[in-house]
């Protein structure tokens, strides 16, 4: 039997399985009940965050009110005979545009309403989209259109004004995080908080990226899945090794922070993936320290964010926002220096001394009154 990757076997089907846009599967889902279904939607956002999904629910919800079975499997893997799906990006001709507007003209053989998918709407030719507008202005009553869209802005100004528009935001890593712990638990697996948080960090956003990450996990053959193997499949720097650098920073200690920086990068990670790291990191100990350890602005596992609570207590605010801004503009530089290790190893003993440097500078402005920060 034929693998099916995990984004596509755990796919929701109703509007209540839908992670992360449940404002938008209620509109829908009140339409429908209300009997005020538009004759075209809009549906735009980033790529994995359930635009398609959300379009193959409503479809069913409209032409399967039953539930049939071979319907829903139907509607759900492209093949129902009423719900037809248009892939614009590999379909962008005038041509076969006229071909699905004379198509509409025919009721529809087993539903409700004939319904057109148009996924990547946005790759259509100016001419397709002028053949289009035409039915998008006096749709026969059994057709209904939904168009997906990454990039909205693509899309002809005449075509959106006849749709209703909806926008997908991309899903809070929280629900991510709940939906692979799920699926982690249903495919048989084992993985800890940790690992579900960083690979829902790594989807940013997108579901679809972060099950596919989980799929690649998974595929390695072990039953664990550990934040040592997501490190190692995805070259990600250790994450403890990145903590004893940070540690090490916080200490003032150049000579430690110049070999922590070396057992990470003799890891086979790039000094611009160190810094992107780094900056993540140093992101979560300044809002942590600004906001406390309860905030919701940093999303982190419960032991991750006690831990990371107490590292942000050795920092000083000011001084964080200095080693932000300081990371961010050397991960720059080393693209184009022909000595980037110079340029690393320099910031990293920059880093080293930041906290000094602030009792120097407060020491000044104080008129030598200043105590040194503990």
């Known amino acids: 039997m034929a693998y099916t990757a995990l984004a596509r076997k755990h796919r929701s089907r109703t509007f209540d399985e839908v992670v992360g846009q449940s404002p938008i599967a209620k509109t829908l889902k009140a339409a429908i009940d209300s009997d005020r279904v538009h004759h075209a939607y809009l549906f735009t956002g980033t790529r994995g965050v359930g635009k398609t999904s959300m379009a193959r629910i409503f479809a069913n919800e409209l032409n399967n009110p039953d539930r049939k079975d071979d319907i829903g499997d139907a509607i759900f893997s492209g093949q129902d005979t009423d719900v037809i799906e248009i892939d614009a990006a590999s379909n962008t001709g005038v041509d076969h545009t006229r071909e699905l507007i004379a198509n509409s003209a025919y009721r529809p053989m087993r539903g409700h309403y004939k319904i057109y998918i ?38 002809p100004a005449t075509i959106q004004s006849r749709c209703q528009r909806f926008d997908f935001r991309n899903i809070p890593i929280s629900q991510i995080a709940d939906h692979l712990g799920s699926v982690i638990k249903a495919e048989k697996f084992n993985g800890d908080d940790e690992l579900v948080f960083t690979l829902a960090r790594l989807g940013n956003g997108s579901m679809r990226d972060a099950l596919s990450l989980l799929d690649r996990l998974m595929a390695s053959g072990e039953n664990t899945l550990t934040m040592s193997l997501l490190e190692e499949l995805l070259g990600l720097p250790d994450r403890s090794l990145l903590s004893g650098l940070i540690d090490a920073i916080a200490e003032g200690e150049p000579a430690v922070v110049l070999r922590s920086t070396a057992a990470l990068l003799n890891k086979g990670i790039s000094g611009e993936q160190l810094f992107g790291s780094l900056l993540e990191r140093f992101r979560d100990l300044m809002v942590l320290g600004a906001c406390g350890k309860e905030t919701d602005l940093v999303e982190l596992s419960d032991n991750a964010r006690e831990e990371e609570y107490s590292r942000s207590q050795r920092f000083d605010a000011a001084g964080v926002v200095h080693m932000i801004a300081l990371c961010e503009s050397v991960q720059r530089a080393i693209k184009s220096s022909p000595a980037p290790r110079a340029l690393l190893d320099a910031c990293m003993v920059r880093l080293a001394m930041t906290e000094k440097i602030a009792d120097v500078a407060a020491f000044v402005a104080g008129g030598g009154n200043a105590v040194k920060k503990t």
């Open 118 to 155: 148009i996924d990547e709407v946005h790759m259509l030719s100016m001419q397709a989209f002028n053949a289009l507008l035409k039915t998008m202005e006096e749709p026969p009553e059994h057709v209904k259109f939904i168009l997906c869209t990454t990039e909205s802005h693509k899309v």
